[in-house]
């Protein structure tokens, strides 16, 4: 019940369709992405997850820290913007990298600091691409220097353990840049949810 209620309280503070990271699955590459909507179904997309162990509110999330992969679908015609928030990016160091795929699991745009609506020191990455085909499309977020995605690297440092949440918007094809980010009531929303996701889901280490 209180989980349920977490979540109708994240869709009406982010006005737009909720979803939250499985940390029953082992998300760290691109074959096992986690689906999270269909834009034109859904319109925005907020998801909300954490790499690493973290702590919320007093309790340990516990994931890996590979990668995470998620996957959705998109239509030709459209652009795409995917910002990505971190709630203590400048204060921990939580570097993101942040990758793009098509159809065909190319990566075809990456981002480590482009986004700065709330972000000043730039730790927060922001991909906006046109879709010229339809279909599942894959973004991955990883620790700062971890531009293959794969876990293995020896200096993420701090910015392997972080909350982040991200927003997938549809917007006008060839679309000049847009600043929409998570409000800031969802980030304190969003990690209370995770901490029953934690619950619910099998935890997985490293």
């Known amino acids: 019940m209180k989980f349920s209620l977490l979540l109708g309280l994240l869709l009406i503070a982010t006005n737009s369709y909720a979803v939250y990271e499985d940390f029953s699955l082992d ?3 691109i074959n096992n992405s986690q689906y999270i909507g269909d834009l034109d179904e ?21 994931d890996n820290d590979n990668a995470d992969f998620y996957s959705f679908d998109a239509s030709a015609g459209n652009g795409i913007s ?3 928030f971190t709630p203590e990016g400048p204060e921990e160091f939580n570097d993101t ?3 793009l795929f098509d159809v065909n699991g190319n990566e075809v745009a990456t981002s480590d600091y482009d986004h700065v609506a709330f972000d000043e020191y730039g730790y927060d990455p922001k991909i906006i691409y046109n879709i ?4 599942t499309y894959f973004f ?27 927003e997938v918007s549809n917007i006008p094809f060839t679309a000049p840049e847009v600043s929409n980010v998570p409000v800031p009531a969802a980030v304190w929303l969003f990690g209370t949810a995770l901490v029953g996701v934690a619950g619910l889901g099998r935890r997985r280490t490293v």
């Open 132 to 135: 010229t085909e339809t279909g």
């Open 82 to 84: 995917i910002n990505v």
């Open 42 to 62: 859904n319109g925005d997309i907020h998801l909300f997850g954490a790499r690493g162990e973290v702590s919320v509110f007093g309790v340990t999330i516990i």
């Open 27 to 29: 998300n760290s590459d």
């Open 140 to 166: 991955a977020l990883a620790g700062w220097g971890d531009d293959l995605y794969t876990g293995d690297i020896a200096t993420d440092g701090e910015s392997t353990d972080f909350l982040y949440t991200v």
């Open 97 to 99: 990298i942040l990758g």
